[in-house]
């Protein structure tokens, strides 16, 4: 009877290492510091900074580097979360900063969207790989390289231009124009397309009249321009005359003026529409 327990026992611990040896390995735990969410509107970004307003009406702002991970778009109004490391600290990295939802469609006022919204403006060489965005405004500072851009809400954008931006002709301080950039929206984006819009509005009081035509001589108080009837007018200019800067023989500049149409008129304005 005795011997029969002991195969008993030694049955049963046989059965039991069987089974151990049938069941997977389990996965061995990963040590990771927890991440923290905070949801908020993008109430301002820059190159590497976003600031979150929360329901309570607290902000809280993040670093953007390099390792953080974007999805979505950053544009001013859209809901969004930011992930990081540890206890939040003003200007602590985010690990990840995702989009919630987008701000209402905009594209009947021609302001700011997405050209994948329904009846938006679209650019003249629409992307297929990335997402373009787009924002219109007034342009406050023009230069070779960037141009400020005054949008409808009193936020002024700095748009930077490069080799492979394509800019329409007429771009200068005063006019409407469109910007279409790809990414986030913020001082410092690339424009792929800068779109002429419409002429900056007259100054009220005396009407103003305007003038387009080509220079065909030009000095420090005045030039000479050329208009499309085959007369050559003289434009002069005195400490009032508002003149964008790069204008020599040959450029296409377009002159306001009081008054009628004179052989001589006094420029309140001389904007460079093209150099040859």
């Given at each position: 009877m005795f011997v029969l327990a002991l195969v008993l026992v030694f049955a049963l611990t046989a059965c039991g290492d069987s089974n151990?040896?049938?069941t997977p390995d389990e996965p061995e735990a990963t040590v990771d510091e927890s991440l923290t969410t905070i949801t908020g509107v993008l109430i301002d970004a820059s190159m590497h900074v976003i600031t979150l307003q929360a329901p309570n009406g607290t902000t809280y702002t993040?670093?953007?580097?390099?390792?953080?991970?974007?999805?979505?778009?950053?544009?001013?109004g859209n809901t969004m979360s930011a992930s990081f490391v540890g206890e939040y600290t003003?200007?602590?990295?985010?690990?990840a900063v995702m989009t919630i939802s987008e701000i209402p469609d905009t594209s009947a006022s021609g302001?700011?969207?997405?050209?994948?919204?329904?009846?938006?403006?679209?650019?003249?060489e629409p992307s297929p790989?990335?997402?373009?965005?787009?924002?219109?405004?007034?342009?406050?500072?023009?230069?070779?390289?960037?141009?400020?851009?005054?949008y409808e809400d009193g936020t002024t954008y700095t748009v930077l231009k490069d080799d492979n931006t394509q800019s329409?002709?007429?771009?200068?301080?005063?006019?409407?124009?469109?910007?279409?950039?790809?990414?986030?929206?913020?001082?410092?984006m690339v424009a792929t397309e800068i779109h002429f819009i419409a002429d900056s509005p007259p100054p009220q009081g005396?009407?103003?009249?305007?003038?387009?035509?080509?220079?065909?001589?030009?000095?420090?108080?005045?030039?000479q321009l050329l208009y499309e009837d085959g007369n050559t007018y003289t434009i002069l200019k005195d400490d009032d005359t508002?003149?964008?800067?790069?204008?020599?023989?040959?450029?296409?500049?377009?002159v306001f003026h009081k008054g009628g149409l004179q052989p001589q008129m006094l420029a309140t304005e001389i904007r460079l529409i093209s150099n040859p």
């Amino acid at each position: 009877m005795f011997v029969l327990a002991l195969v008993l026992v030694f049955a049963l611990t046989a059965c039991g290492d069987s089974n151990n040896n049938d069941t997977p390995d389990e996965p061995e735990a990963t040590v990771d510091e927890s991440l923290t969410t905070i949801t908020g509107v993008l109430i301002d970004a820059s190159m590497h900074v976003i600031t979150l307003q929360a329901p309570n009406g607290t902000t809280y702002t993040f670093a953007i580097d390099d390792d953080t991970e974007i999805i979505g778009s950053e544009v001013l109004g859209n809901t969004m979360s930011a992930s990081f490391v540890g206890e939040y600290t003003s200007g602590v990295v985010a690990v990840a900063v995702m989009t919630i939802s987008e701000i209402p469609d905009t594209s009947a006022s021609g302001g700011k969207g997405s050209t994948g919204a329904a009846g938006a403006p679209q650019p003249k060489e629409p992307s297929p790989e990335d997402r373009i965005w787009y924002l219109t405004g007034t342009v406050t500072d023009v230069s070779m390289n960037q141009l400020q851009l005054l949008y409808e809400d009193g936020t002024t954008y700095t748009v930077l231009k490069d080799d492979n931006t394509q800019s329409d002709s007429g771009i200068v301080v005063g006019c409407v124009a469109r910007v279409f950039h790809k990414g986030s929206l913020r001082n410092g984006m690339v424009a792929t397309e800068i779109h002429f819009i419409a002429d900056s509005p007259p100054p009220q009081g005396d009407p103003i009249f305007f003038l387009t035509g080509t220079v065909t001589d030009a000095t420090m108080n005045e030039l000479q321009l050329l208009y499309e009837d085959g007369n050559t007018y003289t434009i002069l200019k005195d400490d009032d005359t508002r003149t964008d800067s790069g204008i020599e023989v040959g450029s296409v500049v377009r002159v306001f003026h009081k008054g009628g149409l004179q052989p001589q008129m006094l420029a309140t304005e001389i904007r460079l529409i093209s150099n040859p």
